[in-house]
């Protein structure tokens, strides 16, 4: 069984910066592609940032140029650098995977972590 766990956010100032993390882990298999959605209280999960299994790389308007997203497939982990934090980013933070299970199947699966709440305030 495939896990996605999340971890690194928490609490920040304004103008401050968090790195989140997406472990990937369980039966053998491989990562296609990874994004991060966040969600804000009473709306629908949104697309932050999102990265493909050739490194192109798409993001929010809201956040161009203050996140970063990548991903280390050796450590099976993907990543979200956030910079220049506002309030108005505080929300619950979710990685996406697709991943290839198992690995050189073609098979092809859709995984969700299981949140990690950022608040920016000061």
């Known amino acids: 069984q495939v896990q996605l766990v999340e971890s690194g956010g928490g609490l920040v100032q304004p103008g401050g910066s968090l790195r989140l993390s997406c472990a990937a882990s369980?039966?053998?298999?491989?990562?296609?592609?990874m994004a991060w959605y966040r969600q804000f209280p009473g709306k629908q999960r949104e697309l932050v940032a999102d990265i493909t299994s050739s490194d192109m790389t798409n993001y929010a308007d809201s956040v161009k140029g203050r996140f970063t997203i990548s991903r280390d497939d050796a450590k099976n982990t993907g990543y979200l650098q956030m910079n220049g934090l506002k309030p108005g980013d505080t929300a619950v933070y979710y990685c996406?995977?697709?991943?290839?299970?198992?690995?050189?199947?073609?098979?092809?699966?859709?995984?969700w972590g299981q949140g990690t709440q950022v608040t920016v305030s000061s």
């Open positions: 996406n995977a697709v991943l290839e299970v198992p690995r050189g199947s073609h098979n092809y699966r859709n995984y």
């Open positions: 369980g039966s053998i298999f491989s990562i296609y592609a």
